[in-house]
């Protein structure tokens, strides 16, 4: 049982090239989640989704995008690259229901830098 | 995390109460999370309160809530070294229960 897993965990980007970043889980849980974290920032939302075939913008879509094929994988895609782009990325999952433990479990994020 | 606020930094010596403010602004939150994370890793659900509950406590977390001034607090009592990380105040809102807003997290440091 993995829970949430991210791959890659380390890339370095030229600026204008893309990539994709895999987030799986085994938890069968509905709502999938993208987050970037910058240094007193917190976390902000990229894009999310509630089911398979779902997906839906965050606070901060621009430069990327997203599918959630299978329920189990939300993949996010940067089509060219950008410097502001460097960040921690994590992925998270929430079974969804509006009870009081569906939180958000976390995978472990993975580091982007754009030069 | 623009609906939520916290500090950025709080440092406490190793064996005092380490206290974390956080401030929201939706009088429809109810739920408020408390996360935590270590160096290198993703965020862990710490301890969480409901909207009707003044206070919960957990060994050695204890959780405030002043809903009238939409005011969260933790303290942690006989921090320890394993205590450094940044704690995340988080809510959920009954009107959109798909997204947790998060704050910008406080990063604790422990001095001897």
């Known amino acids: ?49 509630v089911g398979e075939g779902t997906t839906a913008k965050g606070e901060v879509p621009d430069g990327y995008n997203v599918s959630r094929l299978k329920k189990q994988n939300f993949l996010l895609g940067l089509e060219s690259a ?19 433990l569906d939180t958000q479990y976390f995978g472990p994020g993975t580091r982007l830098t754009v030069l | ?13 190793e064996g005092d109460s380490s206290v974390i403010n956080c401030t929201y602004t ?12 270590e160096p290198g890793a993703g965020l862990q659900l710490l301890t969480y309160i409901f909207s009707n509950m003044d206070m919960k406590q957990d060994q050695r977390l204890t ?3 002043n809903k009238k001034d939409k005011h969260l607090s933790l303290r942690i009592a006989d921090t320890q070294t394993g205590d450094s990380a940044i704690y995340f105040c988080a ?12 704050g910008s997290g406080t990063r604790l440091s422990i001095r001897p």
């Open chain 1, 82 to 100: 950008a410097p502001s782009q460097t960040s921690v990325y994590f992925c998270a999952t929430q079974r969804g229901t509006r009870e009081s």
């Open chain 1, 1 to 49: 049982n993995a829970g949430v897993t991210q791959t890659p965990k380390f890339r370095v980007l030229k600026t204008g090239q893309s990539m994709t970043l895999l987030c799986a889980q085994d938890m069968n849980h509905e709502y999938m989640y993208w987050y970037r974290q910058d240094p007193g920032m917190g976390l902000r939302l990229i894009h999310y989704s």
């Open chain 2, 26 to 37: 939706d009088s429809s939150s109810t739920y408020l999370y408390w996360y935590k994370q």
């Open chain 2, 91 to 102: 809510e959920r809102r009954y009107s959109s229960a798909s997204k947790i807003i998060f």
């Open chain 2, 1 to 13: 995390g623009e609906d939520v606020e916290q500090s950025l930094f709080l440092s406490v010596r």
């Open chain 2, 63 to 65: 959780v405030l809530l």
